[in-house]
């Protein structure tokens, strides 16, 4: 596949997560404890960095991928 049908692929089941995340405090947490965002690729953490920051996007599902995804990134950098 191109890098660009592989890209729109990407985005659209990120976008996914994100609408389901959006769903209630309960729905963000749940999807998001499904994925081990420690592991993810630079690149998946920023699209979803993005996706999640869209002003479209509810606050509480921000919140919630910025405790799980994010967080625990920044600790981790005070602790080299």
Known sequence: ASD???ERA???GLRLLVDSCC???HHASRAL???DLASLPE???LALSRAFGDAGCA???AAAFIRRGLLP???ALGGR
Do not use: N
Request: proline share 5%; glycine share 4%; charged share 15%.
């Open 4 to 6: 660009e049908a592989l």
């Open 10 to 12: 990407c985005e659209s």
């Open 23 to 25: 769903v209630s405090p």
């Open 33 to 35: 404890s499904l994925l």
């Open 43 to 45: 690149a998946t953490v």
């Open 59 to 61: 606050g509480h599902a």
């Open 73 to 75: 990134r920044f600790q």
